[in-house]
């Protein structure tokens, strides 16, 4: 890598020729040459010559290897060099992605020590807002990308008119720089959105206050993110200060009317230069303080909702222009529908966890879709994966130590990864890296996370149960226990309640409906086996007329479409074991223990039979006496 102070190359070095590499041939038809950089020899050597802007504005992405066009080899995936205009953490992981692909990266960031610096081929130190130096940027690439949309957009729009290639296109960045714009552009498109209004003064606030009520979301138009450029006012009282929180109305001000969401989710959408979209499995995201905190993968919602959300988000992004990663971010209200909140043309915090957990992860698929290869399969390869976000718990040195101290607890947790950016200065509550954790099941990875912060707090969090055991009274009890004893000897939360089909139906039918959402994944009682999806189990109670046998036939007979698997009566042992194995399915740890457990019953048996083959019978049984 090497990092050098962008300057505006001489007029000897940039003046075009018939034999510059960098010009289409003079020949009809023939194809333009492409852009090939090379790493600066040592100090001494004089740096190679830079296209001139006419010469770039004729590039194209190169073709795949061998594509019988001539040019020069292909030593990787592609010859075209790629311009970031950013070099923070999501420019460090497009360059990781790069280097294992072969593609080469400059990055143009005003820091010397960005994250991405330190991965990348070259980086320019310069500032991507300024136009100049984005223009002599350009003359370095074959394509130019971002991975922070607060560039200068005009300077992208006028290089693009000389020919130059940006992806995506400057018209989406302008149109997500301003989120009020934004908010506008996909009103247009019809896109659900939350209802939204300009405002320009304090009368414009108080009638946006009388019209969507409080508490009020206000919002800066610009430079707003992580949780900077948004407040809210939870009176009319409060609009003044609000305002000037968020730095007065000459700095461009709208409000939203506030959405009573349920869950924050979020869509990674790719598409390819040729308008081609995929799109990666909805995830939820959890913010502290409006900062993103952690990101499940997938979405613990019904399917219906899954493909709600991926629905509207590949609609909103096909009404942009470009190719590229784009990160949807949405609203599930309580009444199921889903309303955009905004977009980020670029890799997304809620995609880190695709390095891990997908078959192609968003920063491949975001140099696949720019340089015109084939999307990649957005796909989970493991089951389930949880992002957790380091944010600075302090400041300077003492926050340092904090996050080390959680990397090295991480090092300790099965199928945890960490990444860290190597930012060079430690603020409270600023993304300083992530952990992702893949695994079996989402239980198994919340499980893991807990463990990993459970370390650093005294107020150890509440496992949530995996298996409810109903009884119709409590003279199920004595029976019940034992499903109960056998799923504590697996180590499996579980809950035990008392619901009567008779005497509270209304409870019945609220703890079944609600049960999924709670995070059971087996019921044991067969009276709620119609008000949920969720696999239940019966256990027939003997009772004193008919020893049970009303109650294993009233199981048994269940209606089609209604299943309900069962044990002998009064079996619950049975349960707590049959149970134990429908989860350890998708849970190989849990299915370890489960083989364990048939291996022991197994050495069990015999062992009895080596002692009886070895005693005899008599001497057998007087040792059982």
């Given at each position: 890598?090497?990092?050098?102070?962008?300057?505006?190359?001489?007029?000897?070095?940039t003046s075009p020729s018939s034999s510059s590499?960098?010009?289409p041939s003079a020949s009809a038809g023939a194809r333009p040459r492409r852009a090939s950089w090379k790493p600066r020899g040592p100090a001494s050597a004089p740096p190679p010559p830079l296209p001139s802007?006419?010469?770039?504005a004729s590039m194209q992405p190169a073709a795949l290897?061998?594509?019988?066009?001539?040019g020069p080899p292909v030593h990787g995936v592609t010859n075209t060099v790629v311009g970031v205009l950013g070099g923070g953490q999501l420019g460090k992981m497009l360059c990781q992605a790069a280097s294992q692909m072969g593609i080469r990266i400059v990055i143009l960031d005003p820091l010397p020590g960005c994250p991405a610096s330190s991965v990348c081929d070259e980086h320019v130190v310069g500032s991507f807002t300024d136009?100049?130096?984005?223009?002599?940027?350009?003359?370095r690439c074959g394509v130019l990308t971002v991975e922070i949309e607060h560039v200068d957009a005009a300077t992208l729009e006028r290089l693009e008119k000389q020919g130059v290639d940006c992806e995506p296109k400057a018209s989406t960045i302008m149109i997500i720089q301003d989120k009020y714009r934004q908010k506008r552009h996909f009103s247009k498109c019809g896109i659900p959105l939350p209802d939204?209004?300009?405002?320009?003064?304090?009368?414009?606030?108080?009638?946006?206050?009388?019209?969507f009520g409080y508490p009020l979301m206000v919002k800066s138009k610009r430079l707003a993110y992580d949780g900077r450029g948004n407040a809210v006012a939870k009176n009319k009282e409060e609009l003044s200060s609000v305002v000037a929180s968020l730095g007065g109305f000459e700095r461009g001000l709208y409000v939203e009317r506030w959405t009573p969401?349920?869950?924050?989710?979020?869509?990674?959408?790719?598409?390819?230069r040729d308008s081609s979209t995929v799109c990666y499995p909805v995830v939820e995201t959890i913010h502290k303080e409006n900062i993103c905190h952690v990101v499940e993968a997938p979405a613990e919602v019904p399917d219906k909702i899954k493909k709600l959300a991926t629905n509207v988000a590949e609609k909103a992004i096909k009404s942009l222009e470009g190719a590229g990663v784009f990160a949807v971010e949405l609203f599930l209200t309580e009444d199921n529908q889903i309303l955009l909140n905004e977009v980020a043309p670029r890799p997304h915090n809620s995609g880190h966890h695709t390095i891990e957990s997908c078959y192609t992860s968003q920063y491949e698929q975001h140099l696949r879709a720019i340089l015109?290869?084939?999307?990649?399969?957005?796909?989970?390869?493991?089951?389930?994966?949880i992002m957790y976000n380091i944010l600075g718990e302090d400041e300077g040195e003492a926050g340092f130590f904090l996050a080390h101290q959680l990397i090295r607890r991480a090092l300790n947790i099965p199928g945890a990864s960490v990444h860290w950016y190597a930012k060079p200065e430690m603020r409270k509550q600023r993304k300083m890296g992530h952990i992702t954790i893949v695994g079996s099941s989402k239980i198994s990875v919340k499980s893991r996370l807990d463990n990993l912060l459970q370390s650093n707090s005294s107020d150890p969090k509440e496992v949530s149960p995996r298996v409810a055991i109903i009884m119709g009274s409590q003279s199920d009890l004595p029976v019940m226990k034992d499903a109960e004893r056998v799923l504590k000897e697996f180590n499996i939360p579980c809950e035990q309640t008392i619901v009567s089909a008779h005497r509270t139906p209304e409870r019945m039918y609220d703890y079944a409906k609600s049960a999924k959402d709670r995070g059971f994944e087996v019921i044991i009682a067969g009276m709620v086996a119609s008000l949920t999806s969720l696999p239940v189990i019966g256990v027939p109670i003997k009772t004193s007329t008919l020893s049970g046998f009303d109650s294993l036939l009233s199981i048994v007979q269940m209606p089609k479409g209604i299943p309900v698997a069962t044990v002998a009566i009064g079996n619950a042992e049975n349960a707590g074991l049959l149970a134990v194995r429908i989860l350890a399915a998708r849970d190989p740890e849990l299915w370890d223990r489960v083989t364990k457990y048939q291996n022991d019953l197994r050495d069990m048996v015999l062992e009895t039979a080596e002692r009886l083959e070895d005693l005899g019978s008599q001497e057998f049984l007087k040792g059982m006496a």
């Amino acid at each position: 890598m090497h990092a050098r102070l962008l300057s505006v190359p001489s007029p000897a070095s940039t003046s075009p020729s018939s034999s510059s590499p960098y010009l289409p041939s003079a020949s009809a038809g023939a194809r333009p040459r492409r852009a090939s950089w090379k790493p600066r020899g040592p100090a001494s050597a004089p740096p190679p010559p830079l296209p001139s802007l006419r010469a770039r504005a004729s590039m194209q992405p190169a073709a795949l290897p061998h594509d019988g066009q001539g040019g020069p080899p292909v030593h990787g995936v592609t010859n075209t060099v790629v311009g970031v205009l950013g070099g923070g953490q999501l420019g460090k992981m497009l360059c990781q992605a790069a280097s294992q692909m072969g593609i080469r990266i400059v990055i143009l960031d005003p820091l010397p020590g960005c994250p991405a610096s330190s991965v990348c081929d070259e980086h320019v130190v310069g500032s991507f807002t300024d136009g100049d130096t984005i223009r002599e940027f350009a003359k370095r690439c074959g394509v130019l990308t971002v991975e922070i949309e607060h560039v200068d957009a005009a300077t992208l729009e006028r290089l693009e008119k000389q020919g130059v290639d940006c992806e995506p296109k400057a018209s989406t960045i302008m149109i997500i720089q301003d989120k009020y714009r934004q908010k506008r552009h996909f009103s247009k498109c019809g896109i659900p959105l939350p209802d939204f209004m300009e405002v320009d003064t304090l009368h414009s606030m108080e009638e946006a206050g009388e019209k969507f009520g409080y508490p009020l979301m206000v919002k800066s138009k610009r430079l707003a993110y992580d949780g900077r450029g948004n407040a809210v006012a939870k009176n009319k009282e409060e609009l003044s200060s609000v305002v000037a929180s968020l730095g007065g109305f000459e700095r461009g001000l709208y409000v939203e009317r506030w959405t009573p969401f349920v869950k924050e989710l979020s869509v990674i959408v790719a598409r390819s230069r040729d308008s081609s979209t995929v799109c990666y499995p909805v995830v939820e995201t959890i913010h502290k303080e409006n900062i993103c905190h952690v990101v499940e993968a997938p979405a613990e919602v019904p399917d219906k909702i899954k493909k709600l959300a991926t629905n509207v988000a590949e609609k909103a992004i096909k009404s942009l222009e470009g190719a590229g990663v784009f990160a949807v971010e949405l609203f599930l209200t309580e009444d199921n529908q889903i309303l955009l909140n905004e977009v980020a043309p670029r890799p997304h915090n809620s995609g880190h966890h695709t390095i891990e957990s997908c078959y192609t992860s968003q920063y491949e698929q975001h140099l696949r879709a720019i340089l015109g290869l084939p999307l990649g399969d957005p796909s989970m390869k493991a089951p389930a994966a949880i992002m957790y976000n380091i944010l600075g718990e302090d400041e300077g040195e003492a926050g340092f130590f904090l996050a080390h101290q959680l990397i090295r607890r991480a090092l300790n947790i099965p199928g945890a990864s960490v990444h860290w950016y190597a930012k060079p200065e430690m603020r409270k509550q600023r993304k300083m890296g992530h952990i992702t954790i893949v695994g079996s099941s989402k239980i198994s990875v919340k499980s893991r996370l807990d463990n990993l912060l459970q370390s650093n707090s005294s107020d150890p969090k509440e496992v949530s149960p995996r298996v409810a055991i109903i009884m119709g009274s409590q003279s199920d009890l004595p029976v019940m226990k034992d499903a109960e004893r056998v799923l504590k000897e697996f180590n499996i939360p579980c809950e035990q309640t008392i619901v009567s089909a008779h005497r509270t139906p209304e409870r019945m039918y609220d703890y079944a409906k609600s049960a999924k959402d709670r995070g059971f994944e087996v019921i044991i009682a067969g009276m709620v086996a119609s008000l949920t999806s969720l696999p239940v189990i019966g256990v027939p109670i003997k009772t004193s007329t008919l020893s049970g046998f009303d109650s294993l036939l009233s199981i048994v007979q269940m209606p089609k479409g209604i299943p309900v698997a069962t044990v002998a009566i009064g079996n619950a042992e049975n349960a707590g074991l049959l149970a134990v194995r429908i989860l350890a399915a998708r849970d190989p740890e849990l299915w370890d223990r489960v083989t364990k457990y048939q291996n022991d019953l197994r050495d069990m048996v015999l062992e009895t039979a080596e002692r009886l083959e070895d005693l005899g019978s008599q001497e057998f049984l007087k040792g059982m006496a």
